[in-house]
């Protein structure tokens, strides 16, 4: 609705609240506002609709009757029976339950994480041990013997770059890549 007259003065007017000069006024309104005009009309209908003899005359139920009476005759003020206590149980069994779950996926999680860990600790040393044992075809003296060439090279340079301290790369699984050619 976008007129905001009703609203501040219609329910006024149909109760007799106004006085004549702000009736009057509303009653300008109302002849130059459609919305207005239907509101009060509305508002007029559901006033004779609802509050007509056949519906103020009718007599409530003899059930009704007796609940009010039970209700209002006793002088003890009355609580309606919430059930708090079984009502807290279950919130906090809900609790519970949800903080059970969550310390059980963080658990599951925490030991999948460490026995991947471990699994990959166990290949990493797998591998490093196929890296340091010879392969077969390689068994040679002459293999054994070149092997230890390089390592007593490196030991004997001293100014030498850090690539150059390590011994053969080659042998150690690392291959050298040149990123300024590419």
Not at 13 to 23: A, C, H, I, W
Request: aromatic letters at 6%; charged letters at 25%.
């Amino acid at each position: 609705m976008a007129c905001s007259i009703w609203e501040e003065m219609g329910l006024l007017y149909s109760s007799g609240e106004l006085n004549v000069q702000e009736r009057q006024t509303f009653l300008e309104h109302v002849r130059g506002c459609t919305e207005c005009t239907q509101e009060l009309d509305m508002y007029q209908r559901e006033r004779e609709h609802l509050f007509s003899i056949d519906v103020l005359g009718e007599m409530p139920s003899a059930a009704c009757d007796a609940e009010i009476l039970r209700v209002c005759s006793d002088g003890r003020k009355r609580m309606t029976s919430l059930n708090t206590l079984p009502l807290f149980f279950k919130k906090a069994a809900i609790s519970l339950t949800l903080l059970l779950i969550g310390f059980i996926g963080i658990s599951y999680i925490t030991i999948r994480m460490d026995s991947s860990n471990q699994q990959k600790t166990a290949a990493g040393i797998v591998k490093e041990v196929q890296k340091t044992s010879l392969p077969p075809t390689e068994t040679s003296e002459a293999a054994v013997t070149n092997r230890s060439d390089s390592i007593t090279d490196s030991a004997n340079q001293k100014n030498v770059n850090f690539a150059n301290t390590r011994g053969n790369l080659d042998l150690n699984g690392v291959y050298p890549v040149d990123l300024q050619n590419k």
